[in-house]
Structures are given as C-alpha cells and as structure tokens.
C-alpha cells in the first residue's frame, strides 16, 4: 500500500511560480515510476509529466515543456514539479500517482490507467 499526499498548490499570477510536492509513504518509492496529473473543471484529466524510478527519463505533456521540471529525492520519498511561467490555463487539481508498470518504472509513463496509487490533489490557480 502507498500513500501519497500533495501539497504546494495556491493562487499565483500569470507568468509566477510554484512548486508541488507529493511525500510518498511506503518502502516501495524508489522503484516506482511517477507522474502529475491534473484536472480542470469540466475537463478529463490529463498527463503533466511523468519519471522513471531514479529520475533519468522524464516525459512532459506538450504545453508544459520547457515551463515544467519533473524532480524526485528518494532520500526524502518524495516527488516534485517545479511550475514556471505560469498560464491561466494550468489552473486545475493537480495530482500524483506511481505506477508498478515495467515500462513506467523504466521510462515514466503518460498513461493514468497505469499508475495505481493516487493522491488527493491540490488546487492550483492561475489568475490573468
């Protein structure tokens, strides 16, 4: 069992930063691939960006690149995401899970039905 718990989120202007995190409880982190998530309101939720287990493959969904940077510290079993330049449209719930899948565990992963563990969320505003 893996619990994950986010924190960080908050209301910033446009162009600010933020930095969540998500502290993993469990023996297992380290060999877990992880990912965000988020989910606007009315949308589905969707890929951020994903790591494998020790961090030397990181997958971005397109709109984040180069704004976003995907970090986990095993000492601390805990994930990160470094948000920059920030845009109205990446307000959302955002949200951490892992994922036990092979090729997650390799290379970070896009896919939400391959991570099995979930945090709870935390809301992210962006006002323009």
């Known amino acids: 069992q893996v619990q994950l718990v986010e924190s960080g989120g908050g209301t910033v202007q446009a162009g600010g930063s933020l930095r969540l995190s998500c502290v993993a409880s469990g023996r297992t982190f380290s060999s877990y691939g992880m990912g965000w998530f988020r989910q606007a309101p009315g949308k589905e939720r969707e890929f951020v960006a994903g790591?494998?287990?020790?961090?030397?493959?990181?997958l971005y969904e397109d709109s984040v690149k180069g704004r976003f940077i995907i970090s986990r510290d095993h000492a601390k079993n805990t994930l990160y995401l470094q948000m920059n330049d920030l845009k109205p449209e990446d307000t959302a719930v955002y949200y951490c899970?892992?994922?036990?899948?092979?090729?997650?565990?390799?290379?970070?992963?896009?896919?939400?039905?391959?991570?099995?563990?979930w945090g709870q969320g935390t809301q992210v505003t962006v006002s323009s």
């Open positions: 790591i494998n287990w020790n961090g030397g493959s990181t």
């Open positions: 899970a892992t994922s036990s899948d092979f090729d997650c565990r390799r290379y970070g992963c896009q896919r939400a039905d391959l991570h099995s563990y």
